[in-house]
């Protein structure tokens, strides 16, 4: 093992494992502080920098051009840094069907780039005492990625895994406090789209069915999109053609969207958040007597797995089995990241025949 000399504050091998950590924020390509620089910021000899910047280079993290100086590596190899991705999963009893697919996502993904992948459910409240007991469980913080899933830790706890260089992703979350990396389905987007699509058509009366009570982001997100459709083409939002799904009914989703379509001002068209309320608000409207799509349109956004609804429009977004690859391309190149990430699934429009122009005036 190398040693510093007299005048060295670090070892070869101490200053690498600094300049590992900072060559991770530097853009493919980037040239890296030269001999001279390193030496006088961190008051070592040139030797000692140019063993440190050797070290990279041999790592495949940093790419030596003879005359030219060392840059960070224009190709870092995946999992170059991270041995293990490791997936907490917030849920109440056990992951649902939509975190168990995203979870398989992400094992195929590892096991692609030939690196460990395990996962575990978080069902304590005290998320940051749990978080940190699970890091400070002896692997080197930068070694191991972690994935939070339907997770956000205190804004405190973020900050001090940023400042520490530990990499990790919100999955299916977004911060609202501190900008850090985050992989999900465009829940805001595809709402908007959505509704977008049906003002074209001529609708001004339409309704939007999803969760709504639980403040969650992503179910926030969903209703921001609806509201900023409307608002964008003059349309004023009507809290009454707001309903909550998580509003608790005698028999559920369908009951409410029966009861709100039975009223004398019913919309002329539905936004539903997932193809489960879609296929309540269908079968509510076939109940009532209301045709779609001459006297209803109804589309949905989002995905219920394994659900379909024959003669659905939907605007499909990208199946979660994606969002967990997602989330493993975006830990495992983290070193050609500058800052924060936020990385959507795609979304495409699934035709159906539920869909129309207003044919009928509500009074």
Not at 200 to 205: A, V
Not at 223 to 247: M, S, T
């Amino acid at each position: 093992m190398a040693r510093r000399g007299k005048e060295d504050r670090l070892t070869p091998q101490e200053l690498a494992a600094t300049l590992r950590q900072q060559v991770r924020f530097y853009l493919p390509g980037t040239r890296l502080p030269g001999r001279a620089d390193l030496a006088r910021h961190f008051g070592v000899s040139t030797r000692v920098a140019r063993q440190a910047l050797a070290l990279l280079a041999a790592e495949g993290i940093a790419e030596s051009r003879s005359r030219s100086g060392t840059y960070a590596s224009s190709q870092p190899a995946s999992g170059q840094w991270i041995r293990r991705i490791r997936a907490i999963v917030q849920s109440w009893h056990q992951p649902n069907l939509y975190q168990q697919h995203m979870l398989l996502g992400a094992d195929r993904a590892c096991r692609r780039h030939g690196i460990r992948f395990s996962d575990e459910l978080l069902i304590d409240l005290v998320q940051d005492v749990v978080l940190e007991e699970r890091l400070g469980r002896g692997e080197d913080p930068q070694s191991v990625g972690w994935m939070l899933v339907n997770l956000i830790p205190p804004p405190q706890t973020l900050l001090s895994w940023r400042v520490r260089g530990v990499p990790f992703t919100l999955v299916d979350e977004r911060s609202a406090h501190l900008p850090v990396n985050s992989v999900s389905a465009d829940d805001e987007g595809a709402v908007y789209e959505a509704t977008e699509r049906l003002i074209r058509l001529g609708h001004s009366r339409i309704a939007f069915v999803g969760p709504i009570s639980n403040l969650r982001p992503g179910t926030l997100s969903r209703l921001n999109g609806f509201k900023l459709a409307l608002l964008h083409h003059g349309i004023q939002a009507d809290p009454d053609l707001v309903w909550d799904d998580e509003i608790p009914y005698p028999n559920g989703t369908p009951e409410m969207v029966r009861d709100r379509l039975a009223g004398a001002r019913r919309p002329t068209a539905v936004v539903c958040a997932n193809r489960r309320i879609a296929r309540d608000t269908l079968s509510a409207a076939r109940q009532l007597g209301i045709a779609v799509p001459d006297e209803l349109s109804v589309v949905s956004t989002g995905m219920n797995i394994g659900l379909d609804v024959p003669g659905l429009t939907s605007l499909t977004q990208d199946p979660p089995q994606r969002i967990g690859q997602l989330a493993v391309e975006l830990l495992l190149n983290s070193a050609a990241n500058p800052g924060p990430v936020t990385l959507y699934g795609a979304r495409r429009w699934t035709e159906g025949a539920s869909l129309g122009p207003p044919r009928m005036s509500i009074p």
